[in-house]
C-alpha cells in the first residue's frame, strides 16, 4: 500500500478486501507491528501483520461468503472507527452474524493499532430488564438494596 494513503483510502482498501476476499490487499492494510486490543476480551489481543493473515485466512477458508458490511465510520487525519456486521455462513449452514466496533490508528498509509469490540449478535436473550437484573446480582431486587422493602 502507498504510504501516502489517507485513513479514508485504507478504510475503503480494507472493507473492498476483505468482501472480495483478498487476503494480501487486506494484510497490506496493516503495518507489519500493528497491534490489536481487545478490551473485552484481552486474551484475544496480539501484535503483527502475520497474525492478521492468519485470522483473516482462516476465515476465508472456513466461511467462503463472510463479508462485512459498513454500517457507520467516522475518519479523521489521524484513523478512523467503523461499525459492521461481519455475515458469513460455517460449513453447517449455520449463519454467523457479529456486530463489531474497530477504532484504528493509521500511519504512513497502514494501520498500526487498534482496539476491536466485537460480539455475536444474539437471537432472543434477556430484555434489557432482566439483564441489568443479572448484573446488578441476587442481593439487589426492583433496584432497592437488599434487606428493604
Known amino acids: ?61 472456513a466461511l467462503p461468503d463472510v463479508h462485512i458490511d459498513l454500517q457507520d465510520q467516522v475518519v479523521t487525519d489521524a484513523g478512523f472507527w467503523l461499525e459492521a456486521a461481519q455475515v458469513g455462513t460455517r460449513p453447517s449452514g449455520e449463519r454467523l452474524e457479529m456486530q463489531t466496533v474497530f477504532i484504528a490508528a493509521v500511519e504512513d498509509g497502514r494501520i498500526t493499532r487498534a482496539h476491536i469490540y466485537a460480539a455475536p449478535v444474539e437471537a432472543g436473550g434477556p430484555d434489557i430488564n432482566a439483564f441489568f437484573a443479572a448484573l446488578a446480582g441476587p442481593e439487589r431486587t426492583a433496584g432497592r438494596p437488599a434487606g428493604q422493602p
Not at 17 to 33: I, Q, R
Request: glycine share 4%.
Open 1 to 61: 500500500m502507498d504510504s501516502s494513503r489517507t485513513p479514508a483510502q485504507v478504510l475503503d482498501r480494507l472493507i473492498a478486501s476483505t468482501n472480495a476476499h483478498d487476503l494480501d490487499g487486506l494484510v497490506d492494510c496493516f503495518a507489519e507491528s500493528y497491534a490489536l486490543t481487545d478490551p473485552v476480551h484481552p486474551a484475544r489481543s496480539f501484535s503483527g501483520s502475520a497474525q492478521v493473515r492468519k485470522n483473516w485466512g482462516t476465515m476465508f477458508t
